[in-house]
Nanobody
Framework: QVQLVESGGGLVQAGGSLRLSCAAS????????MGWFRQAPGKEREFVAVISWTWSGSNRYYADFVKGRFTISRDNAKNTVYLQMNALKPEDTAVYYC???????????WGQGTQVTVSS
């Protein structure tokens, strides 16, 4: 099992920035990808960004609506993934979930979520 704990959510004005963190513990060696998803009220959960890695390097993937604004990164030593969110918009308001899995297309573990609210 892998446990994921998110932090860093909060309330910010439009145009502002937040950085989300997701610390993984447990059998982290079984994972090769970690990412962020979000769910706004009344909407389905949607993909935001993911970072996957192998022995040769890592790759990052983003949803079109966050390209150029959000950056996903990983601190291997801390088993932590970050989501730097800049130029936030009210439509970015959602609960953000961290996920981890064996590949970017197979997320097996989920965090409890952290609320991000962007005011206009």
């Amino acid at each position: 099992q892998v446990q994921l704990v998110e932090s860093g959510g909060g309330l910010v004005q439009a145009g502002g920035s937040l950085r989300l963190s997701c610390a993984a513990s447990g059998r982290t060696g079984s994972t090769s990808a970690m990412g962020w998803f979000r769910q706004a009220p009344g909407k389905e959960r949607e993909f935001v960004a993911v970072i996957s890695w192998t022995w040769s390097g890592s790759n990052r993937y983003y949803a079109d609506f966050v390209k150029g604004r959000f950056t996903i990164s990983r601190d291997n030593a801390k088993n932590t993934v970050y989501l730097q969110m800049n130029a936030l918009k009210p439509e970015d308001t959602a609960v953000y979930y961290c996920a981890a899995g064996s590949s970017r297309l197979k997320m097996d573990y989920w965090g409890q979520g952290t609320q991000v609210t962007v005011s206009s």
